[in-house]
C-alpha cells in the first residue's frame, strides 16, 4: 500500500512510526504546512492526488477546512480514504460517503471514534447478523477524567479541567469536550452505522458538563450516584433516539467504574444482547493504531464504508424518559418532585421535554445544569 | 455455504435457527443421535464428509469423543471447521490446526472462547499490528455467578451453586467450572493465539473456587476486596507464564464490578495499551452468533486458523508474584505475613510456588482455599 499522509500532528507522527515499521506499508508523502524534516514531507497536497502510485489516503489534520476539501479531492482521484476526524465525517456524512460510493474506494474512520477501540469495525461486523436496537457509552475521555477526579478526589469543576489541560487530555479550548459537542459527533457517527441512517446533527440533544459544581457531586455521592457524560441511541416502535447527558448512575454499576480518560461503549443486539468495548478513548498509539488497523483491512480487501444505505431519518426524543436532577435558579414548581441538594429531582419526563425547558432556562440562568437519573434496565 | 451440522443441543439448535434466517447459509445436514424432527437430520456423520457440496462443517456436540474423530475427518474431507469446543482444540490444538493448514481450510472457534463475546477474531486483529504482551480476565460465567451472588448477598457457597445449576448456568456437575478447568482452556487457546505458541495444559497453574467459604468473603469485604476467578498469561524477558487463580480485588475496580454470569476480557499490547470486552460469556444466542460470524468470515474469505505459528513453549510461573490469601490446616508459618480472618495473608511468592505448596497441602487438607492479593498495576 502506498500512501499519502495528511497531517503530522500527535496522531500524524504515531501513524508515521507504525507505517514505517511495515513491510506491507509505505508512507510516500506527508503533507504538512509546517517544516518537519522528513524525506516525505510536502506542502503541496496535489502530490498526493497526483501519484497514481498512491493508493490510500491517509487524514489526520483535524477541522473541517481543508480537511473536507482534500478529503473529498482524494475520494475523486479514486484513492481509499482512511481518517480519524470524526468532526469532518460526521458534518459531511452523505456527500462523504456518497463520493466513495461512487467512485468504489474504501472510506473508514474506525479511530474517529473510541480512539484505540475498533467499536466501528465491531459495530459492522454484529450488524451483518444482527439488529442494533441500542448504543449506549462514555465516549469522551477529557469529561471522564473530569468526572472521575471531581468524584474522587472532591476537586472543583474548574481544578479538575485545568489538570486535565495540563496533563494534555483537554485543550486549550475544552468547549466541544465539555459540552458535549465531541460526543455527539462520535455518537451520530454509530448511530449512522448502526441503524443505516443519515441524522442531523442539529437534531440531537446534548447537555454537556460545564456548569457541574462540586456540590452536585456532594449531592450524588451522598445518594451512592455516580456522574458520568453518556451517550445513547436507540430504536424503538419506529422512532430513533439519539441524545448525550450527564447521566446518574449507581456507584457499584460498571460503567460508574470506568476510571480517568478511559472509553466504555456498548451496543444491544437482537440475539447477543449487551456487548461493551472497554480502552483508551484517545491518545497517539491507541489512535495511530486504529488508523493503522484500518489500512491492513484495505490490504485484506474491504473496499466500502461501514453501512451501505443512508436513509434521513428524524430524531425523535420524546420516547426516551428519566428523571432529571435539574439545579437551576429558573422556576422548577411544574417539574420538580423532591428537592435534592442544590437541585431538585423532577418527575419522570421526555429527554425531548428536558431540552425544551434547558433551552428556555438557559436565557435566565446560563449556569443550569442538568443529569438524568438512570432507570434501571 | 453449505453446512453440515454436528450437535443440535443449546447451541446447535441456535445456530440452526439463525443460518435459516439467512440466504447466504445453507444447513444441509444435522447429525444428531437423538430423533430430532427436523428434515435435515441425520445419524451418519460420513453424510457430511462424503457430500461434496458441504464446504463447512460446524461441531457444536461438545466433549472429546466423537467430537474429535468427526473433525479430524471433516478437515481431512477437505471441509472448513467451524467450532463452540474449547476442551477438544485445547486438547488437540496441534494436530488439528496442524491438519487445517495442512488441508488448507479454515479451521475457527471463535465461539470456544467467551461466549458471545468475539474474543479470538479481535485478538487476531489487534496482533496484524502489535506484539500481546498480557491478556487478562474473568472467562466463566458460572463461577463469576456464584462468586457475585456469595459478595453481594451473603449466600453460602452450596446455595449460590445451586442457584446457578437451577438457572441453567452450572451443569449437574459442575467440576469443570469450579475447578477452573474450563477457564483454563479458554486462556490455553488465548494465549496460543496471541503469543502464537503451543502450550501444555498440564503446565498451567490453577486455582479453582470450589473450596471457598462465606467466612472467606467476609473477610475480604472487610478490607474493600472482591474475589474474582481471574485467567492471566504474560510474556516478560523470554518468559511465559499463565495460571489461573481466585483473585482478591480492590472493589472499586472495573473487574469487580462484573455481574452474574458477565465475561470481561483484556489483552495488553505493546501500542494500544489494555483493551477490554465485556458480555455474555455463555448461552444459546450469544454462542451461536459467534459461530454463524465464523460463517461469515469464512463467506468474506478467510481460510485459515487465527495463528500461523505454534511454537512449543515451557509455562513458566515462577516469575508471577503474588501475596495469597491462605486458608489451610496445613501449616503456613513458613510463609505467612499476617492473620486475615480464617486464614493468612501470606509473604510475596511467586505463582509457581504457590501451587507447589497447595499440591502439597491439599493431600492433609482437601479444602484448603488461596486467593492471589492483585498487586496494583
Not at 165 to 189: F, N, R, T, W
Request: net charge negative.
Amino acid at each position: 500500500m502506498i500512501i499519502g499522509l495528511m497531517g503530522f500532528g500527535t496522531i500524524g507522527a504515531g501513524v508515521y512510526e507504525l507505517a514505517k515499521s511495515r513491510k506491507d506499508l509505505t508512507v510516500r508523502y506527508v503533507l504538512d504546512i509546517r517544516e518537519i524534516g522528513i524525506p516525505e514531507w510536502t506542502t503541496r497536497a496535489e502530490d498526493l492526488f497526483e501519484d497514481k502510485e498512491v493508493d490510500t489516503v491517509i487524514e489526520v489534520m483535524g477541522g473541517l477546512h481543508p480537511a473536507y476539501e482534500f478529503v473529498a479531492a482524494a475520494l475523486k482521484a479514486g484513492k481509499n480514504v482512511v481518517t480519524a476526524n470524526k468532526y469532518l465525517v460526521a458534518t459531511y456524512y452523505d456527500e462523504l460517503t456518497a463520493l466513495a460510493k461512487e467512485q468504489d474506494v474504501a472510506f473508514r474512520c474506525t479511530a474517529a471514534v473510541g480512539g484505540g477501540i475498533s467499536w466501528l469495525t465491531s459495530l459492522e461486523r454484529v450488524r451483518r447478523l444482527e439488529p442494533v436496537v441500542a448504543l449506549e457509552g462514555i465516549m469522551n475521555g477529557t469529561t471522564n477524567y473530569i468526572l472521575t477526579n471531581m468524584a474522587k478526589n472532591g476537586l472543583s469543576f474548574e481544578t479538575a479541567l485545568s489538570e486535565a489541560q495540563a496533563l494534555g487530555y483537554a485543550e486549550a479550548d475544552p468547549s466541544a469536550d465539555i459540552d458535549g459537542l465531541d460526543v455527539m459527533h462520535k455518537l451520530l457517527l454509530s448511530a449512522n452505522i448502526a441503524f443505516d441512517v443519515s441524522l442531523d446533527p442539529k437534531e440531537i440533544d446534548v447537555f454537556g458538563i460545564r456548569n457541574i459544581t462540586d456540590d452536585d457531586v456532594w449531592t450524588f455521592k451522598s445518594r451512592h450516584l455516580t456522574c458520568k457524560l453518556l451517550a445513547r441511541a436507540f430504536q424503538k416502535n419506529g422512532k430513533t433516539a439519539v441524545f448525550v447527558q450527564p447521566t446518574l448512575l449507581s456507584e457499584s454499576a460498571l460503567t460508574a467504574s470506568v476510571p480517568t480518560n478511559f472509553n466504555l461503549i456498548t451496543y444491544d443486539t437482537a440475539f447477543t444482547g449487551k456487548m461493551s468495548y472497554y480502552g483508551q478513548g484517545a491518545g497517539r498509539y491507541p489512535t495511530a493504531a486504529n488508523v493503522v488497523q484500518d489500512c491492513l483491512d484495505l490490504l485484506s480487501g474491504v473496499t466500502k464504508f461501514y453501512a451501505d444505505a443512508a436513509d434521513k431519518v428524524a430524531v425523535d426524543n420524546s420516547v426516551a424518559k428519566y428523571q432529571y436532577y435539574l439545579r437551576t435558579t429558573a422556576d422548577t414548581k411544574a417539574l420538580a418532585a423532591e428537592k435534592w441538594g442544590d437541585g431538585v429531582l423532577t418527575k419522570e419526563m421526555s429527554v425531548a421535554e428536558m431540552a425544551a425547558f434547558a433551552e428556555k432556562a438557559k436565557a435566565e440562568d446560563p449556569r443550569i445544569f442538568v443529569a438524568a437519573l438512570k432507570n434501571e434496565e
